[in-house]
T-cell receptor
Framework: AQSVTQPDIHITVSEGASLELRCNYS??????LFWYVQSPGQGLQLLLK??????LVQGIKGFEAEFKRSQSSFNLRKPSVHWSDAAEYFC???????????FGAGTILRVKS | DTGVSQDPRHKITKRGQNVTFRCDPI?????LYWYRQTLGQGPEFLTY????????KSRLLSDRFSAERPKGSFSTLEIQRTEQGDSAMYLC???????????FGPGTRLTVL
């Protein structure tokens, strides 16, 4: 069965510090991987996605993620966090020509000044 | 491209009442998805349309739920005899092929009293 695990429910980082949000997936075929951000009461905004090619992908807002097949991981990183990055982040997995995404439970990021 | 829109953004209803939500996808997108997101969880797949055909329904979609996409454009999601457990954010998404990716609507927040 497809599943996504985000081990950290909450993470707090200082503004200007680096960030890494963890994501582990279980998927029977070649995964199509996504990271989304959601501000309170809002919909989902796509940060980046990966299907093939370079395992380090760049996204919007200065985020990047690295796909590691051997670890079944797709961790999200940002070198310097801004207060406006405070939000909830979701990792998701699907199939390239599939019809649904399976989401993790999310990680809430708090940024302290 | 005006994005995916949903109406209403918020709905408060009493237990036992019926509610209907509307989703307008991006005009050239033939796939339309409904997801439900409860507090503290990631979105969960409910159902999916290819044009006007409803091709897949999750077991989460009880017989009190019905979704339509009559002309392959906008879609409605109706919940009959609402229960407090139906309180959630209902998200709509669309795509041309494959999973929803970046085209999620802002969601409809349902509160059942």
């Amino acid at each position: 069965a497809q599943s996504v695990t985000q081990p950290d429910i909450h993470i707090t980082v200082s503004e200007g510090a680096s960030l890494e949000l963890r994501c582990n997936y279980s998927y029977g075929a070649t995964p199509y991987l996504f990271w989304y951000v959601q501000s309170p009461g809002q919909g989902l905004q796509l940060l980046l996605k990966y299907f093939s090619g370079d395992t380090l992908v760049q996204g919007i807002k200065g985020f990047e993620a690295e796909f590691k097949r051997s670890q079944s991981s797709f961790n999200l990183r940002k070198p310097s966090v801004h207060w406006s990055d405070a939000a909830e982040y979701f990792c998701a997995v699907g199939a390239l020509y599939g019809n649904k995404l399976v989401f993790g439970a999310g990680t809430i990021l708090r940024v302290k000044s | 491209d005006t994005g995916v829109s949903q109406d209403p953004r918020h709905k408060i209803t009493k237990r036992g009442q019926n509610v209907t939500f509307r989703c307008d996808p991006i005009s050239e997108h033939n796939r339309l998805y409904w997801y439900r997101q409860t507090l503290g969880q990631g979105p969960e797949f409910l159902t999916y349309f290819q044009n006007e055909a409803q091709l897949e329904k999750s077991r989460l979609l009880s017989d009190r739920f019905s979704a339509e996409r009559p002309k392959g454009s906008f879609s409605t999601l109706e919940i009959q005899r609402t229960e407090q457990g139906d309180s959630a954010m209902y998200l709509c998404a669309s795509s041309t092929q494959g999973p929803p990716q970046g085209y999620f609507g802002p969601g409809t927040r349902l509160t059942v009293l």
